[in-house]
């Protein structure tokens, strides 16, 4: 059977996916899989697509997750969720044989570095859908200040409306000049990657890198992190996020228009108009959550 898998959300949700279609390939090789997804590039090189015409398909399934909607609740990793929808679409067993993304380079992309030494890739940005989960420009500049003659920083984000992206002093500025799969490079060369939740973190995972993710409380850890990543997150210590849960909010009051409600998404923990569970958040506790690493010697 042919079948296209559809997904049009953030390129991050799509390497969440890869995973899924890794062991949907393994666990019934007669299917054969083609992708129409954002961030096509996601998936060059990948050994278990067949990339047939897409008028080809026998059946085409958007994979999205509404098993976020359980989040709060279920205790399980976003990964789990496309094993899940698999599971309903073909009424068939599925199994997570790993919880880590799926991304392949080439061996020219492998031997090709794309920044000469070590660095740590650092997103301070934010998307304009999802402001609540800025940490601040000023918070992420004051990291890069204390880690001076450190750690190398090379600094990317989308440059598009949407994205909200300021150049941090003594970084290296890629803003704007990546491709996704210039991004994958820069990831799998990389010691680890800092920044907020975002595609950041599974990319990371993917390639099994140093990941410190400044989360706050909007989203439960244990439907984020994976196993060998730094999550500074506050959940369990507000009201507003109780037994760890994530509020899901989007925006601070600030952030609205005149006249919008923010349809129940307006954060009301606020400490000086920023969400509290990112201010309990201070630029030391993230150099310390990286410097870990070199302490316990897998950098």
Known sequence: MKILFKNHQAPGDIVAMTGAIRDLKKQYPYHEIAMDTT???????NPYLSWFPHDQADIVFTLDYP????????????????YLRLEEFLGLPVRQLSIWPDLHLTETEKQAPPIDGKYWIINSGYKSDFPLKSWGHENYQKVVDMLAGQVQFVQVGEDSPGHVHFPLAGAINKIGSTTFRDYMNLAYHSCGSLGPVSMHLHVGAA???????????????????YPNQRYVGMNGLLPCSPAGNGCWKCYLPSQLAEGDSGNGKVCTNLDNGRARCMTMITPEMVVAEIMRYYEGGVL
């Open 39 to 45: 961030a096509m590039d996601i998936w060059v090189n």
């Open 67 to 82: 098993d976020i909607h359980r989040s709060n609740q279920s205790g399980r990793h976003f990964t789990q969720a496309y």
């Open 207 to 225: 390639f099994r890198k140093p990941c410190v993710i400044v989360a706050g409380a909007r989203e439960p850890w244990r439907w984020e992190a």
